[in-house]
């Protein structure tokens, strides 16, 4: 079965792009650049006043500037990687985003349901989530047991 990018294997539901309206694209475009660079996005294209943003110049986050038609929206980035939700979550508010939730385990969606949100410069709230449960953490080796150290000069029996 082919992977897509998120690595999740016979999933052909995956959304492919979709388009934000913002109030000021240039406003928007340094905002999510900023936030979702832990994430590897970057800007893409731009054409007049909208722009897109994506992993390895492919974007699926399209930010198109409709000033007085924004109508805030939810919406999720997904990764394999809590470090990732926390790097995101001091990036969006490093890049002026307000607190909606900070980086943490969801227990009423389920147990391994790790995100973070902030309300963008528009007032979408945008999530990075992870779902992949924290690795338990390794047991230390127990030290190897050497043999008791020879005398000096008696040599070992041969059997």
């Known amino acids: ?3 897509n990018r998120i ?9 492919d792009h979709f388009t934000l309206k ?5 406003k928007s475009k340094a905002f ?38 924004v109508r805030p929206t939810h919406f999720a980035f997904h990764t394999r990687n809590r470090k990732v939700v926390d790097g995101f979550y001091a990036a969006a508010l490093s890049a002026g985003a307000r607190d909606n939730g900070p980086p943490g385990v969801r227990k009423d969606y389920h147990p391994s349901y790790y995100a973070a949100f902030v309300l963008d410069p528009d007032g979408h709230n945008v999530e990075v989530v992870c779902h992949v449960p924290p690795r338990p953490a390794r047991k230390p080796k127990p030290a190897k047991k050497r043999p008791p150290a020879r005398a000096k000069g008696k040599r070992r029996a041969r059997r």
């Open 1 to 3: 079965m082919p992977r």
């Open 7 to 15: 690595g999740r294997q016979g999933d052909d539901h995956v959304i």
């Open 22 to 26: 913002v109030n000021d694209c240039e």
């Open 32 to 69: 999510y650049a900023a936030a979702l660079k832990p994430l590897g996005y970057a800007v893409a294209m731009e054409f007049g006043s909208s722009c897109g943003l994506g992993v390895g110049g492919k974007p699926d986050l399209w930010l198109a500037e409709d000033a007085g038609n």
